[in-house]
């Protein structure tokens, strides 16, 4: 299987999963997504460090956790920004999902849509709302 067919069958595993704060999460999902297209998470080492036992961390909270003052700030020093359409697989945001903690919704870019979680699955939107995409190094 290529790519494409790999990110399809991973977004149809998880497509009526609902959403569960450190368990199926814009960060999960997408760390899961990539995982599946890559051969390893974007951000293996922040799962569960954005919880406190079942709550999520404030963003204040956030910026000393992680040592950053934006969210796009953290990802830039592990994965490459991209200006331009972002391709299959990449690591996108927008404002115009559910928004969570760091003000963005997480997504990964199907090449055609982008892909993100709302309450009870995954969404498609088209690739004019992403904010900010990247891609592995």
């Known amino acids: 299987m290529g790519p494409r067919e790999i990110l399809n069958s991973y977004l149809s595993s998880v497509c009526r999963k609902p959403f569960l704060w450190g368990v199926h999460d814009c960060l999960t999902f997408t760390n899961d997504a990539f995982r599946q297209i890559h051969g390893e998470g974007w951000a293996d080492d922040w799962l569960g460090r954005y919880m406190d036992g079942d709550r999520?961390?404030?963003?204040?909270?956030?910026?000393?956790?992680?040592?950053?003052?934006?969210?796009?700030?953290?990802?830039?020093?592990r994965l490459r920004r991209v200006h331009h359409v972002p391709p299959l697989g990449a690591l996108v945001t927008t404002k115009r999902?559910?928004?969570?903690?760091?003000?963005?919704?997480?997504?990964?870019?199907?090449?055609?849509?982008?892909v993100f979680l709302d309450k009870v699955g995954v969404i498609y939107l088209p690739l004019t709302d992403i904010d900010a995409g990247w891609v592995k190094q």
């Open 56 to 77: 999520v961390l404030r963003r204040r909270e956030l910026k000393v956790e992680f040592g950053h003052s934006t969210f796009e700030s953290a990802v830039d020093l």
């Open 97 to 114: 999902a559910r928004r969570w903690v760091t003000g963005v919704a997480l997504g990964i870019c199907t090449g055609t849509k982008a």
